[in-house]
């Protein structure tokens, strides 16, 4: 049972910064890719961000420059900076986690997921 629990969510004025946090916990054994993705109403889950364990990263292009990953390995924590937010940025952020158990088997574990939404 692993489990993720994300927070730093809230209502933003556009320009504003937001930092989430998501730390993995459980019964894990090792993670690989950490990711951020997000959901806005009535859209579809599009992937915001992702880091590996060695600290490479990926963005959405509507991202870039903006946002910034990043993790704490000693804690299984992954962290999504983001500035100067817009308000088409406003979404549920759901926390991603890759790894596998104490098996070896493939685990995937998603957040519960915290609101953020940007507006005047």
């Known amino acids: 049972q692993v489990q993720l629990v994300e927070s730093g969510g809230g209502l933003v004025p556009p320009g504003g910064s937001l930092r989430l946090s998501c730390a993995a916990s459980g019964n894990i054994f090792s993670i690989n890719t950490m990711g951020w993705y997000r959901q806005a109403s009535g859209k579809q889950r599009e992937l915001v961000a992702t880091v590996g364990r060695d600290g490479s990263t990926n963005y959405a292009d509507s991202v870039k420059d903006r946002f910034t990953i990043s993790r704490d390995n000693a804690k299984n924590t992954v962290y999504l900076q983001m500035n100067s937010l817009k308000p088409e940025d406003t979404a549920v952020y759901y926390c991603?986690?890759?790894?596998?158990?104490?098996?070896?088997?493939?685990?995937?574990?998603w957040g519960q997921g915290t609101q953020v939404t940007v507006s005047s």
């Open positions: 991603n986690v890759q790894g596998r158990s104490y098996t070896m088997r493939r685990q995937e574990v």
